[in-house]
């Protein structure tokens, strides 16, 4: 299989949709001439022509609005926020308009559209360029939303968010876009809302979506050379969110640490405990722990941002407390 | 040069300092113009040191060059009064260093330590010094426009006659928020002047491709708002037209919207290339003639106030400001982790 980059892998999975499907296209800003803000849309206005791949103003609100309103007369529109911090100034149309357009209007206008772009921090950009969005959007009924965590997985959950006929929040992980892995090649899809095994173990269950999907794979290597072994679910998607993999997972392991790049209140992982403590009561032999990002806006100095940040030895020693190890 | 002043607000304002003949005795213009090009030169030769500590993994993050756009700066906050509000984009170095923040306490922000003005955790993009007024620094595109027409508000409220200067790029007009805030100030006769920074470039967007009509200044008719649009390239020019719009909000908490005609040399952030793919060289060498340091420069030069010798000791005056900022920065701690808890809400427990 061919080794690429996650950034390489979404724009394989924008080309083959966008030659697969003429009502496909990618709007947002700098996608076009600049060939994409972060790269992910190199090339596709010299293959498909400024009416499939369009430049916009800095208007977040208003081309999410266009978008919105073209999916309601039959295209599919993919909208590109440059990163999901500006995409704030829009959430008014993706959580009023495009989540509930098919509720209000009785079945009557579905939303097959993609809401897509990098998220969460990346590296010294401070309290407003550096945040991870997926527990606001996931908070929202009508909404799907993917956090694909490898490159294979961000092709084949891309084809199939544009192929939805719901609205689909796509996060990309902002320090993702140079990682790299085996890609198949060609057309495959992964279904939404199923959560993958990313490691086998009998330790403790490591649940985990997007970028923190390799710090978790960090994670089992270091406690593997203890000889821990742990299971590793990515969740892939985190609404909906796959219950049936974290439970099957917590009952083979009894124990369970989540592990987010977002804020600790109202977070993913605070809907991941209580699914477990539903499901998985009996077969718990110690509280379920959480590792997420400080409860503060990022800071800019390297060493606080450090600080702030979930990482693999703080993963490491939340496996440890519930192992009661430590 | 668009002026667009409804005939309520239609009122001279006095010309403010133009180069020569105001009515100034011939050497306070000569030390004005003297002040001009030395707080033009110091952002100059601190900005090429952002650019070198940059590369060197000093600065972090995002970090946005104004060279090119120093005679906005310069002229603006030299006729601000001390009690006058600042508030800008992430684009800020410029404007405050010229407002009068140390560059120490800048350089030592950019290189995120405890001596920073934001104590390292706001970093390039987020400025503030409450000394001065200087309310920062913001991030979003347009999100701060808005800020401004509340600090306009609360002077009004307070009865008091200062005035609130708020800076973007041209790009920003295309925001809501800039609409929603212009339409306040002006509905509610707040004491703002905005100032378009129109240096042509939205990032890799050139103005055409992504403003209706190029012409920004017009956008201030549909909320009554007089405009002006200027050559920001000329210090003077900029002075002029800022003194202009400072009486309108003085006296009659009239709002003016300025566009500045600028144009930036380097790219839009350091991860960007000085020329990008979006615009030609020709056309980047053929501004760079009408850099704002060179204009002033040869003003001075032709009424015979600037030897060389001058002109070299200002520049190695301002080179010397900038190492000594360095060397602050570098000599400056890491903020201490306990930092990382501080600030999230003020403490209200003592
Ligand atoms: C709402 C929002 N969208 C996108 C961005 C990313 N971005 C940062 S600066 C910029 C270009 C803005 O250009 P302009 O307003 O002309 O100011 P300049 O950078 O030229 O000073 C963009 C697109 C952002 N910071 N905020």
């Known amino acids: 299989?061919?080794?690429?980059?996650?950034?390489?892998?979404?724009?394989?999975?924008?080309?083959?949709?966008?030659?697969?499907?003429?009502?496909?296209?990618?709007?947002?800003?700098?996608?076009?001439?600049?060939?994409?803000?972060?790269?992910?849309?190199?090339?596709?206005?010299?293959?498909?022509?400024?009416?499939?791949?369009?430049?916009?103003?800095?208007?977040?609100?208003?081309?999410?609005?266009?978008?919105?309103?073209?999916?309601?007369?039959?295209?599919?529109?993919?909208?590109?926020?440059?990163?999901?911090?500006?995409?704030?100034?829009?959430?008014?149309?993706?959580?009023?308009?495009?989540?509930?357009m098919l509720y209000m209007s009785g079945g009557q206008f579905p939303m097959p559209m993609v809401f897509r772009g990098p998220n969460g921090s990346a590296l010294q950009l401070s309290a407003q360029h550096s945040q991870a969005w997926e527990s606001w959007l996931a908070h929202i009924p009508g909404l799907k939303v993917v956090t694909p965590g490898t490159p294979a997985d961000a092709k084949g959950l891309l084809k199939s968010a544009i192929r939805d006929d719901n609205p689909v929040v796509f996060l990309e992980g902002e320090m993702l876009y140079n990682t790299k892995g085996e890609v198949p090649q060609g057309d495959y899809t992964i279904p939404l809302g199923k959560a993958d095994l990313k490691r086998e173990g009998d330790a403790c269950t490591i649940v985990a979506h997007g970028k923190m999907v390799l710090v978790a794979l960090q994670v089992a290597d270091a406690l593997a050379k203890e000889g821990i072994a742990v299971d590793v679910v990515d969740l892939r998607t985190v609404r909906p969110i796959d219950i049936e993999a974290i439970a099957t997972s917590v009952r083979k392991t009894n124990r369970a640490v989540v592990l987010e790049e977002g804020w600790e209140i109202c977070g993913v992982g605070a809907q991941v405990v209580d699914f477990i403590q539903r499901e998985c009561f009996d077969d718990l032999d110690s509280p379920v722990l959480r590792v997420h990002q400080e409860d503060v806006p990022m800071p800019y100095a390297k060493n606080l941002e450090r600080a702030a940040k979930p990482d693999a030895p703080k993963a490491i020693a939340a496996v440890k407390k519930v192992m009661y190890l430590a | 040069m668009t002026t667009q002043v409804p005939p309520d607000t239609q009122t001279q304002a006095p010309s403010t300092a133009s180069a020569g003949n105001n009515g100034q005795p011939a050497d306070d213009q000569a030390s004005l113009r003297k002040d001009l090009l030395r707080s033009m030169l110091i952002q100059r030769r601190f900005e090429e040191r952002c650019a070198e500590a940059y590369a060197l993994g000093k600065i972090g993050g995002f970090c946005h060059l104004y060279i090119g756009q120093e005679a906005i700066s310069a002229g603006t906050m030299s006729m601000l009064r001390p009690d006058d509000y600042v508030v800008t984009s992430y684009r800020d170095h410029g404007q405050a260093i010229a407002r009068g923040m140390s560059p120490r306490s800048v350089m030592a922000e950019l290189f995120g330590r405890q001596d920073g003005c934001s104590g390292g955790k706001g970093g390039s993009m987020h400025l503030f010094d409450k000394s001065l007024n200087f309310l920062g620094g913001h991030g979003i595109v347009g999100g701060h426009v808005p800020l401004a027409a509340g600090v306009g508000w609360a002077i009004k409220y307070r009865g008091g006659d200062q005035v609130c200067v708020c800076f973007f790029g041209e790009a920003a007009v295309n925001i809501g928020a800039f609409h929603e805030a212009l339409n306040m100030a002006s509905l509610w006769k707040l004491p703002c002047v905005f100032i378009i920074e129109n240096n042509r470039y939205g990032m890799g967007t050139e103005i055409s491709r992504a403003t209706a009509n190029e012409d920004v200044t017009a956008r201030g008719a549909a909320y009554r708002m007089p405009g002006e649009s200027v050559d920001a390239q000329d210090v003077f020019a900029v002075r002029d037209a800022v003194g202009r719009a400072l009486h309108l909000a003085r006296t009659q908490r009239q709002p003016t919207l300025l566009e500045m005609r600028t144009y930036r040399f380097m790219g839009h952030s350091m991860s960007d290339a000085a020329s990008g793919t979006y615009r030609t060289k020709e056309e980047l060498e053929e501004n760079m003639k009408r850099d704002p340091i060179l204009v002033l420069r040869e003003k001075m030069h032709a009424g015979g106030e600037l030897p060389d010798g001058e002109l070299k000791k200002m520049d190695d005056e301002a080179k010397a400001i900038a190492q000594d900022a360095w060397d602050f920065a570098d000599k400056s701690p890491e903020p201490p982790l306990s930092e990382l808890w501080e600030d999230v809400l003020v403490d209200t427990t003592s």
Request: aromatic share 8%; no cysteine; proline share 4%.
């Open chain 1, 1 to 100: 299989m061919p080794v690429l980059t996650y950034r390489d892998a979404l724009r394989e999975a924008l080309r083959e949709e966008l030659i697969r499907d003429d009502r496909v296209f990618l709007m947002g800003e700098e996608v076009a001439q600049y060939n994409g803000a972060y790269k992910v849309s190199k090339g596709l206005l010299d293959e498909f022509g400024p009416m499939r791949i369009v430049d916009t103003p800095i208007t977040e609100l208003g081309f999410a609005g266009v978008g919105i309103g073209s999916a309601m007369v039959g295209l599919r529109p993919i909208i590109e926020f440059m990163t999901w911090n500006f995409a704030l100034l829009a959430i008014d149309q993706v959580v009023n308009a495009a989540a509930k």
